[in-house]
């Protein structure tokens, strides 16, 4: 029997304010424990939320961006559970009224493009965080993210495959960053996943039951943890067994799933509405408000990179994944003469490797794109040639040095003097006569030996196309 999984993924994301959702208190990450607290965010009787309206700013944007509808109005509600990092002994979220609802995002894969639902986006806050190792064994708990604004997407179950789901989250991931609502980093949990995944024949509309997984900080992971948990499951069911409802937890290092905890259902956290705070109203001109002021999104300014620049689909694709990286290329593009695939080859070739291999985000660039355009200039005026671009890029990337600087200090300015190249020439063919012979007597291959031969003469500073040129001239001769 042929079986496929069905994946709903719920993320988790940090907004960006600069405080918590219902008190003053800071959201800045790793200060010291319990220093960036309140008897708000500490549960203390007697005090009151008051909601940020940032917040709520960030979250109807991030609403509109994924093609949902905002609700008129929507309500809070307490989420009531006992555990050592929730010091009000619930938890401040939304379920029958949430922020919007009905959404959608497209994704590619290679499988081609696809539309994945958004069953809803609602607000909530955070919990503090236990601290385990360190002090073993003894486990402490610090309250500073307490109180710090969440958003929760949920998808709809349309995802078919790991891949489905990792394009899903970096697309989702993207117009957050884009919108400038969360930070997006995983690793310090201000982009957080949880998975739920099941499987069924191949052709059954219900669903088999599912398992949700957590506890996996980054795309790959959430890949491959979904991997595991669809061969996982199928295993069981070949087997003859069933797939118990539970909460599963990804160990990276393992490569597998742990069963965690049975999983609760909605009732077990006798949900009812916020007392303390009002029904949430957002009037329309609120709504359109935040519209106007929304930026250009991912797929808007890729198909614009596609039409304005002549890129091709992959590299718009890659170009404005991230909003540094498109906005890097532009400024490249906006101080530069040259054509703008060679640039996008650049920034997607060079720069982008270069950044990998020291472990850089765009911002982190030890090559400015102002820098990058003098460079493209030099190339595109024949200043200096293709090869000599590279040497001057990692010369770059080591000292800083402006490109122009770094052709003067080394003698690197291409030689487009023709009689210069005309004796390397004469030289090459006199040293090579049997390959002279050879490509006389129809092995036109050779033209590249000969290019070789000329560019290291001159030390790689030759004109290439002046160089093709004149050894043509004179092999045709
Ligand atoms: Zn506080």
């Known amino acids: ?48 939320p008051v909601l940020n309206k940032k917040a709520v700013d960030f979250a109807i944007m991030t609403s509109i961006a994924t093609n949902c509808t905002v609700a008129r109005e929507s309500r809070f509600a307490r989420k009531n559970y006992f555990y050592p990092d929730l010091p009000k002994n619930f938890q401040i979220s939304m379920y029958e009224l949430p922020l919007s609802e009905h959404g959608w995002l497209e994704i590619e894969t290679a499988a081609g493009k696809k539309r994945v639902g958004i069953t809803r986006i609602h607000m909530e806050e955070d919990a503090g965080k236990l601290v385990h190792d360190e002090f073993a064994p003894v486990s402490r708990v610090d309250l500073n993210r307490t109180g710090t604004p969440l958003m929760e997407i949920v998808s709809e179950p349309d995802m078919r495959t790991p891949e489905e789901a990792g394009a899903y989250l970096r697309k989702l991931h993207a117009i957050l960053r884009y919108l400038d609502v969360c930070d997006g980093n995983m690793e310090e949990g201000s982009f957080r996943c949880d998975a739920n995944v099941s499987i069924r024949p191949r052709g059954q509309e219900a669903f088999g039951t599912r398992a949700e997984l957590k506890n996996m900080n980054s795309f790959k992971n959430v890949e491959k943890a979904l991997a595991f948990e669809i061969a ?136 400015s794109a102002l820098a990058l355009a003098a460079l493209l200039t030099l190339l595109d005026s024949g200043v200096i040639s293709g090869k000599i671009a590279k040497t001057v890029f990692e010369e770059m990337a080591e000292t800083g040095k402006a490109p122009d600087v770094i052709v003067k200090e080394k003698g690197l300015v291409q030689v487009s003097d023709a009689s210069v190249i005309e004796k390397a020439v004469e030289e090459v063919l006199a040293e090579n006569p049997a390959e002279v012979t050879g490509y006389r007597g129809g092995k036109t291959k050779l033209m590249g030996f000969f290019v070789g031969a000329v560019m290291k003469k001159t030390r790689g500073k030759a004109n290439p196309g002046l160089v093709n040129e004149l050894l043509k001239k004179r092999l045709d001769a």
């Open 1 to 48: 029997m042929e079986f496929e999984a069905v994946i709903g993924l719920e993320v988790h994301a940090q907004l960006k304010t600069r405080s918590k959702i219902f008190c003053g208190c800071s959201t800045a990450f790793g200060a010291p424990p319990n220093t960036h607290v309140c008897p708000v965010c500490l549960g203390m009787p007697g005090v009151l």
């Open 232 to 367: 996982r499951q199928t295993a069981v069911i070949e087997d003859g067994g069933r797939v118990v409802q539970e909460t599963r937890l990804w160990d990276a290092n393992a490569m597998k799933t742990l069963p965690m905890r049975g999983k609760e259902e909605a009732h077990d956290y006798r949900y009812f509405p916020e007392p303390d705070l009002l029904p949430l109203v957002v009037f329309p001109q609120w709504e359109e408000e935040l519209k106007a002021r929304l930026p250009e999104l991912p797929d808007a300014r890729k198909a614009r990179f596609t039409s304005q620049y002549g890129l091709s689909d992959y590299d718009a694709g890659v170009l404005t994944s991230e909003r540094e990286l498109a906005d890097f290329f532009e400024a490249v593009m906006a101080s530069c003469k040259g054509e703008p695939k060679q640039a996008a080859n650049w920034v997607t070739g060079a720069l982008m490797g270069l950044l990998n291999a020291r472990g850089l985000s765009i911002s982190e660039s030890p090559v």
